[in-house]
């Protein structure tokens, strides 16, 4: 019965659209919801992020619970679901709408055990962590609570059996080519933005990447031109660059940036935008946070992987505060139509993360 309600409330939040930057409507459904359940301190903060207070028994300092509430998909996506044996296909029902629904089955869990914890529990939905949200949401909660908590989790839909303590370091760029353009016969030899902003991504693919740090590079999205028989006088990219390490970063950073600089010359210009700066971080694997994270997991028959991803986790760890990055089941698909999650594992995902909370709360 629990585990049909939680579903059902997944799925309810699934079904409200919310790309990133326009959470309003799911905003405003959850925070309904966290009314409905008799919280305290509901209340929507200036970036949008909902959150709500669990009482506790104590005046320690508390714990903060956190799931992204925006998704990959545009507003006009259909997002049906369907169930087949085992699993439910929905496209941003793992990533993330069954971790809000999280929060939620936490709550009634710790209430159901009649469990008071030793310090307060604060339920955040914020706002975003994907594509250029640029973990707004998050930097928020942070700068709000900071170190003044016993640290952060941070709930995924699809993540069981991983512990999160390492932050993937992101840069974002767009980078535009200018030119005067013209006509493709009368004026041609005059620089195109195309072609100079081709020559441009050969040249950053071409650059040697460490394998130790993992660091990666990618150009994600190409636009420009105004037809097939014009010089394009513009054209635009977006460059995505990331090493588990600040330093390798930093050091990809500046090599990008001098074949910037070396691109521009007589008729051809080149701007550069930063669009996303996710830092790099981690908690070490004997942090108490960790290892509790790693034993509740054990608790449940699942055989823990430490791992590193890009996450709301990301801004915690940056700025030295503990925190980990828990799932709720397992599944596959994340940020296709084909999305889905895994049945049989969620009611020991969310049992772990009630004993996690107990453990941490403490």
């Known amino acids: 019965m629990f585990i049909e309600s939680l579903l059902d409330l997944a799925l309810q939040i699934q079904q409200i659209p919310a790309p990133t930057f326009d959470e309003a409507r799911r905003a405003d459904f959850v925070r309904a919801r966290l009314v409905a359940e008799g919280l305290s301190d509901v209340q929507v903060d200036s970036t949008g992020n909902v959150l709500a207070r669990l009482p506790g028994k104590g005046t320690s300092l508390p714990l903060v619970v ?33 971790g809000v629904a999280a929060l939620f089955g936490i709550s009634w869990q710790l209430r ?25 949401g998050m930097r928020a909660v942070v700068d709000r609570f900071g170190g003044k908590v016993k640290g952060y989790l941070v709930v995924e839909g699809l993540a069981f059996g991983h512990v999160y303590n390492r932050g993937t370091g992101v840069r974002r760029f767009r980078i535009t080519v200018h030119s005067s353009g013209g006509h493709s016969w009368t004026d041609f030899g005059k620089p195109s933005a195309i072609h100079e902003l081709a020559a441009l991504v050969t040249r950053i693919t071409a650059l040697e990447l460490p394998e130790e740090p993992r660091t990666t590079l990618n150009v994600g999205r190409v636009s420009g031109g105004t037809s097939i028989n014009t010089i394009a006088p513009e054209a635009w990219m ?39 700066n996710r830092p790099a971080g981690r908690i070490l694997p004997d942090h108490p946070f960790i290892r509790s994270a790693m034993s509740c997991l054990r608790e449940q028959g699942v055989d823990p992987s430490l791992t590193i991803g890009s996450t709301d986790a990301n801004v915690p760890f940056s700025r030295g505060y503990p925190a ?18 895994d049945l049989p594992p969620i009611e020991k995902g969310i049992a772990q993360l009630v004993e996690f909370i107990i453990h941490a709360s403490k």
Do not use: Y
């Open 66 to 98: 956190t799931a992204h509430l925006d998704t990959v998909f545009p507003p006009e996506m259909d997002l049906a679901s369907r169930r087949e044996a085992g699993k439910i296909i929905a496209p941003g029902l793992g990533d993330n709408a069954l």
């Open 112 to 136: 159901e055990r009649k469990a008071t914890l030793p310090c307060d529990l604060w339920f955040v939905a914020n706002v975003g962590e994907e594509g250029l949200g640029d973990l707004r």
């Open 238 to 276: 977006e460059l995505d660059l990331r090493s588990e390490d600040e330093a390798a970063l930093r050091d990809l950073v500046k090599r990008v940036e001098e074949l910037i600089s070396a691109a521009n010359q007589p008729g051809v210009s080149l701007e550069t935008t930063m669009i996303g």
């Open 324 to 341: 980990v990055v828990l799932g709720v089941t397992t599944g596959g698909g994340a940020h296709t139509v084909n999305e889905f999650i």
